[in-house]
């Protein structure tokens, strides 16, 4: 299913225009007001322009107050019949607002994960500042995720909070490892590249990463082999038979997924790589070509 924004209006936008539209606090506002009014369940609501002024509670004047909003309708707002509604990409913008990304500063105290460093046997940990969740060893600093994430999550328990972020971090995972940008949806570009020719965390550990990058808003990943085919139908089905469900277990808790001791590179030039996982003492052998294809 398909839906449209909707509205007549030519909403073509550069990053320049956006953000000199959106840079007003009486702008904010009235998106803030129609994103409130709509909350958590039902279609995107319709307010009058007379509704919508009251409600927002500005303390500008009504022809001041049309003004502003009529700089937002087209590419932010719908104008209707019956008054003005959020189009989508405003009410993206509303949410991402309301999950405090850009108004909120949290920080988490470090606290163990219940799995030990493949590399050194200390502690690995969670950590939360500065807006990114990574999980680290406490000892030798490996990193094993590292993704930025809203203030918002810094509520319930830490087993609350790993189960939710291991999905949160899931969903790039998944986009990622099937080709597509998880920000802006675009194909993304697929090389290996040697650990030792990297200067990112972790990358004197592993001899290969799968490097994916997005040509059209700049997003990118470095994954290992493993992580990278996580999502493989035939490495789910073999943990799958062998009571190991890899789609739920947290990815730090794969050794597969976090190192390449499981991983065999068998040519560079063209790239053929092997990924020989190991369960209840039978082993599968994927073998990939260099843009990820899953060989015969």
């Given at each position: 299913?398909?839906?449209?924004?909707?509205?007549?209006?030519?909403?073509?936008?550069?990053?320049?225009?956006?953000?000199?539209?959106?840079?007003?606090?009486?702008?904010?506002?009235?998106?803030?007001?129609?994103?409130?009014?709509?909350?958590?369940?039902?279609?995107?609501?319709?307010l009058s322009f007379s509704e919508l002024y009251s409600k927002s509670g500005v303390d500008i004047g009504t022809s001041q107050f049309n003004?502003?909003?009529?700089?937002?309708?087209?590419?932010?707002?719908?104008?209707?019949?019956?008054?003005?509604?959020?189009?989508?990409?405003?009410?993206?913008l509303y949410r991402t607002i309301l999950a405090g990304t850009y108004t909120r500063e949290a920080y988490i105290e470090d606290f163990k994960v219940g799995v030990d460093c493949y590399y050194c046997d200390a502690p690995?940990?969670?950590?939360?500042?500065?807006?990114?969740?990574?999980?680290?060893?406490?000892?030798?600093?490996?990193?094993?995720?590292?993704?930025?994430?809203?203030?918002?999550?810094?509520?319930?328990?830490?087993?609350?909070?790993?189960?939710?972020?291991?999905?949160?971090?899931?969903?790039?995972?998944?986009?990622?490892?099937?080709?597509?940008?998880?920000?802006?949806?675009?194909?993304?570009?697929?090389?290996?590249?040697?650990?030792?020719?990297?200067?990112?965390?972790?990358?004197?550990?592993?001899?290969?990463?799968?490097?994916?990058?997005?040509?059209?808003?700049?997003?990118?990943?470095?994954?290992?082999?493993?992580?990278?085919?996580?999502?493989?139908?035939?490495?789910?089905?073999?943990?799958?038979?062998?009571?190991?469900?890899?789609?739920?277990?947290?990815?730090?808790?794969?050794?597969?997924?976090?190192?390449?001791?499981?991983?065999?590179?068998?040519?560079?030039?063209?790239?053929?790589?092997?990924?020989?996982?190991?369960?209840?003492?039978?082993?599968?052998?994927?073998?990939?070509?260099?843009?990820?294809?899953?060989?015969?």
């Amino acid at each position: 299913m398909l839906i449209s924004d909707g509205g007549t209006a030519d909403t073509s936008l550069t990053s320049q225009k956006a953000f000199a539209i959106l840079g007003n606090e009486y702008r904010a506002e009235i998106i803030r007001t129609l994103g409130d009014e709509q909350g958590t369940e039902g279609p995107r609501p319709v307010l009058s322009f007379s509704e919508l002024y009251s409600k927002s509670g500005v303390d500008i004047g009504t022809s001041q107050f049309n003004y502003h909003l009529q700089k937002l309708v087209g590419p932010f707002i719908d104008k209707t019949e019956d008054g003005y509604r959020l189009r989508y990409r405003a009410v993206t913008l509303y949410r991402t607002i309301l999950a405090g990304t850009y108004t909120r500063e949290a920080y988490i105290e470090d606290f163990k994960v219940g799995v030990d460093c493949y590399y050194c046997d200390a502690p690995i940990e969670a950590r939360y500042a500065d807006r990114r969740f990574t999980i680290l060893c406490s000892e030798c600093g490996q990193e094993y995720s590292d993704t930025t994430a809203p203030p918002s999550i810094d509520e319930g328990d830490h087993d609350a909070l790993l189960n939710r972020m291991d999905q949160y971090i899931r969903h790039r995972i998944l986009a990622f490892s099937k080709g597509v940008c998880s920000i802006c949806a675009n194909e993304l570009r697929t090389q290996f590249l040697i650990g030792d020719d990297l200067a990112v965390p972790g990358s004197e550990q592993l001899d290969v990463f799968v490097h994916r990058s997005c040509d059209h808003c700049g997003a990118q990943q470095y994954m290992s082999v493993g992580l990278s085919l996580l999502y493989n139908s035939s490495l789910i089905a073999f943990f799958q038979e062998r009571d190991l469900d890899v789609t739920t277990t947290p990815t730090w808790e794969l050794e597969f997924a976090m190192t390449d001791r499981f991983v065999d590179i068998r040519s560079s030039d063209p790239w053929k790589i092997a990924l020989c996982v190991e369960q209840g003492g039978d082993e599968l052998e994927l073998v990939v070509d260099g843009d990820l294809t899953v060989l015969d």
